[in-house]
Structures are given as structure tokens and as C-alpha cells.
């Protein structure tokens, strides 16, 4: 399964030479020519990482930073800004804003792929629990964990449903994912019994957290059940 990249920018030319570079790299991409229309895509179709160009008419990219932050949903999604302003001054309103990286135009798209990359990497290595090394999983705070799901699972009558805060669009594999979490699953288990890579499993597990604006498995399931989104 490819990251699925959305790329904003309202220079036609930019854009589709972008998104066929990211896509000969493995990428799946979606396109929007201003920032209201990647807003409304997002809605419909959670990406794994946002490229987005800061001058554009009507909402630009500070502003289309903002609204992704202040959505519990989009906090933690990586964003690239890819623009013409270059100026020191413009990179640290960036930065102060919340993007992850910022690449000034022309740029090579190399690094433009290598940044994509290192940024989604970081992400994934977020949902999993390892040892400093990163060798083997840390028994201790797996049990842990574990323990906490359970105890939540037992509690599941008495932990009262509300709807949730925002709309939540679950795929039906993030569904299957989020059921096996809230089995108390590890990703690994969760691996072998939907048969495919662990890989895909923390990609998943990741969309979740975003989708839920929540960061561990145990605040993971603890909103599923809150919410009646867990089956």
C-alpha cells in the first residue's frame, strides 16, 4: 500500500510535473489548485502527508496551516510547504505555524521525494512501541498497554457513548485495524490475522490516530468505545 501524498498548488504546470515525479516514486497523490478544495479532499479521503504551497488566492498556505492544527484530526499530519517565498523570515513563520519542512522554489525534487520519505518514516515509527535500540518490542509497556485495553473492554457498558466531536470516515481496513486494536492486538497480531505486512498495519494504526486526534492505542480505544466507533 502507497503513502498517499495531497499536493496543493495553484500552478498547473508545478503541480502536475510534482505529482508525477512523487508518483513514479511509489506515491499515490492527489491534486487541488487552492487550499479550500484540498480542505474538502481531506475530508473525504484521509492523506499521509500534505504538500502545500503558501501563496494562493483567497486562503493561503499560513492560513490552510492553521486550520489543519487546530483540527484534532490533522495535528500530527506532516506538512511540506513548497513555495517561491525564501526568505528567512518567511521559513521561521513556517516553522512557528507548525510545517514540518519547508522546501523554497526551484527545488530538486529529489529532495523533495527525500523529505517526503524521512517525514513519513518518522510518522510510522511513532505507532510502534520499541526498545531504545529498535531491535525488540518492550515487553514491559506491551503488557502495559495491553492491560489498560482490557481493563477499558471490561469497563465497555459502563463508559458512556456520545457522538463523535467531529466526522470520523473509516475505510474498511482502518475499521478491521481499529476492531483488532481494541482487541487488545499488537500490530504484529494484527498483521497475521488480516494477512499483510506490519508495515501496512502501522500505517493504519497512524491514519487512526489522526483521524481521532488521539496519540497511543490505549486513547485509541478508549475513544472508540466513547464514541461507539469500536465493533
Known amino acids: 500500500m502507497s503513502a498517499q501524498v495531497l499536493l496543493v498548488d495553484d500552478e498547473p504546470g508545478l503541480r502536475e510535473a510534482v505529482k508525477d515525479y512523487l508518483q513514479e516514486s511509489g506515491f499515490t497523490v492527489q491534486v487541488a489548485s487552492n487550499a479550500r478544495e484540498g480542505w474538502d479532499l481531506m475530508q473525504q479521503n484521509m492523506p499521509d502527508l500534505v504538500i502545500s504551497d503558501i501563496m494562493m488566492p483567497q486562503v493561503d498556505g499560513y492560513q490552510f496551516l492553521k486550520q489543519l492544527r ?41 529532495e523533495l521525494v527525500a523529505i517526503v520519505e524521512n517525514l513519513l518514516a518518522r510518522r510510522a515509527s511513532k505507532t510502534m512501541v520499541t526498545t531504545p535500540e529498535g531491535e525488540t518490542p518492550d515487553i514491559a ?89 469500536a465493533k
Open 70 to 110: 487546530e483540527d484534532p484530526r490533522f495535528q500530527a499530519l506532516p506538512v511540506v510547504f513548497l513555495t517561491a517565498k525564501g526568505m528567512t523570515s518567511d521559513r521561521i513563520q513556517g516553522y512557528q505555524a507548525g510545517v514540518d519542512a519547508y522546501l523554497p522554489k526551484p527545488f530538486d525534487p529529489d
Open 141 to 229: 509497556e506491551l503488557v502495559n498497554q495491553i492491560a489498560q485495553i482490557k481493563a477499558l473492554l471490561t469497563q465497555r457498558s459502563a463508559i458512556a457513548q456520545s457522538p463523535a466531536p467531529f466526522k470520523i470516515d473509516l475505510t474498511p481496513r482502518e475499521q478491521s485495524v481499529l476492531n483488532l486494536v481494541a482487541e487488545g492486538l499488537m500490530n504484529k497480531e494484527i498483521a497475521r490475522r488480516l494477512e499483510t505486512s506490519v508495515r501496512n498495519v502501522e500505517k493504519y494504526v497512524s491514519r487512526l490516530f489522526s483521524k481521532t486526534g488521539t496519540n497511543s492505542r490505549t486513547e485509541l480505544v478508549r475513544f472508540a468505545l466513547e464514541h461507539g466507533l
